[in-house]
């Protein structure tokens, strides 16, 4: 069954440091995968996302991730964490069983220390 | 362009009692799905809704449905409200599903509370 792991619940960083956050993935074919963000209170939003092609893939807010499929990771990354970064950030895989739904990973909640 | 919108930001019921929520999508779209997120379940699959039928739902039981309307707006329906379905309940719309797949675009989500 398709499936992502998010394997840090909580991740925390100094402003200014860089940011790697860990996502795994369990899935038959080559996926389509996503970065979303959420911030307290609010929806999601889509960082970035693959489907295909380069697999370092760029996004908005400064961030990317590069999709590795001998180790089935897609990790987001941004060199220089802001404050207005923290926030709970979950990692996606879809479409699932043919349908167009998205399985998401249990997030990762970012907190940016001065 | 209005992103996806969902009415009303807050719900509060209680045990047993109905609950009906609104999501519009963004102008274009015609899928619009449904997501639970509740405390310490993460985000789980619920609806999914193309051109005014339901494509697929996830393992949630039939007090759980919904609709989608002509114009793409969707409403999803819960009956005989337990306490465990107190959640944001996001919706989020994507173009037509034909060919590759869409990329979602979430509302800001109804915060249902059940008491």
């Known amino acids: 069954a398709q499936s992502v792991t998010q394997p840090d619940i909580h991740i925390t960083v100094s402003e200014g440091a860089s940011l790697e956050l860990r996502c795994n993935y369990s899935?038959?074919?080559?996926?389509?995968l996503f970065w979303y963000v959420q911030s307290p209170g609010q929806g999601l939003q889509l960082l970035l996302k693959y489907f295909s092609g380069d697999t370092l893939v760029q996004g908005i807010k400064g961030f990317e991730a590069e999709f590795k499929r001998s180790q089935s990771s897609f990790n987001l990354r941004k060199p220089s964490v802001h404050w207005s970064d923290a926030a709970e950030y979950f990692c996606?895989?879809?479409?699932?069983?043919?349908?167009?739904?998205?399985?998401f990973g249990t997030g990762t909640r970012l907190l940016v220390s001065p | 362009e209005a992103g996806v919108t969902q009415s009303p930001t807050h719900l509060i019921k209680t045990r047993g009692q109905q609950a009906t929520l609104r999501c519009s999508p963004i102008s274009g779209h015609t899928s619009v799905y449904w997501y639970q997120q509740a405390l310490g379940l993460g985000l789980q699959f619920l609806l999914w809704y193309d051109e005014g039928e339901e494509r697929n739902r996830g393992n949630f039981p039939p007090r759980f449905s919904g609709r989608q309307f002509p114009n793409y707006s969707s409403e999803l329906n819960v009956n005989a409200l337990e306490l465990e379905d107190s959640a944001l309940y996001l919706c989020?719309?994507?173009?037509?599903?034909?060919?590759?797949?869409?990329?979602?675009?979430f509302g800001p989500g109804t915060r249902l509370t059940v008491l």
């Open positions: 899935y038959g074919a080559t996926p389509y």
């Open positions: 989020a719309s994507s173009l037509d599903t034909s060919g590759t797949h869409n990329e979602q675009f």
């Open positions: 996606a895989v879809g479409p699932v069983g043919g349908f167009q739904k998205l399985v």
